[in-house]
């Protein structure tokens, strides 16, 4: 991961200081990488005085620590982060989409590999050691990323997508014909990433019935 992007983690402004906290910065913890808003703004101050980073409408945000480790999205605006979050910019022109839904197909893999009975924090310097496939065909990867988020589009929709709804997706996918600009490999991978990344929405779904 680390050849393909850079990546920075943040800090948090002192809590003692309220001068720090109340301005115009939008403060982005891990709970909030998929959200339009936060709980939390910076003063200029408290931000120029901590170790806080800038991300940017667009970048890719992974949770580290806690509850939300291996957590991922694309920041939906312009904030500061904290400590728990790893920001990812690709460097070789790759498509942020298609990273990011690599890396929420391999959560499960990751945290079962990296973290102690689901206990503990993940590290930037494991994620940036992850190897990722990457299409040498950045349109291949734009269509891979596109297809995957209109994935993530139809869960956000319906929130009560069941077990039935994801077995037919999958073998809708199967049945498909591979389109003849992914060669062989490629179209593996294809299927390989969106396997992970139903597996892991089926975990959840699982761990809400059981909730109930």
């Excluded at 913890?29 to 003063?43: D, G, P």
């Excluded at 009975?117 to 950045?138: H, R, V």
């Excluded at 209109?150 to 929130?159: A, K």
Aim: with cysteine; proline share 3%.
């Amino acid at each position: 991961m680390g050849n393909v992007s850079n990546s920075y983690s943040g800090g948090t402004p002192s809590a003692s200081r309220t001068d720090y906290y109340g301005g115009k910065i939008p403060f982005i913890r891990s709970a909030e990488i998929n959200s339009n808003s936060t709980e939390l703004y910076l003063t200029e101050s408290g931000f120029k005085n901590s170790s806080a980073k800038m991300v940017q409408l667009g970048d890719i945000l992974y949770a580290l620590y806690g509850a939300t480790s291996g957590e991922v999205g694309i920041s939906k605006i312009n904030g500061a982060i904290n400590q728990d979050i790893l920001t990812i910019k690709p460097t070789e022109g790759d498509n942020a989409q298609f990273i990011m839904q690599w890396l929420k197909g391999r959560k499960g893999h990751i945290v079962n590999t990296y973290l102690q009975g689901g206990q503990g924090n993940l590290s930037g310097s494991i994620i940036k050691n992850l190897e990722i496939m990457i299409p040498d065909d950045k349109k291949e990867e734009i269509k891979i990323g596109e297809f995957l988020q209109s994935i993530d589009n139809l869960i956000t929709v319906n929130q009560r997508l069941n077990q039935k709804s994801i077995i037919l997706l999958s073998n809708y996918i199967y049945a498909v014909k591979k389109p003849p600009e992914l060669t062989d490999d490629l179209h593996l991978l294809f299927i390989c990433i969106i396997f992970c990344y139903l597996y892991n929405v089926l975990d959840y779904y699982k761990l809400q019935n059981n909730k109930l």
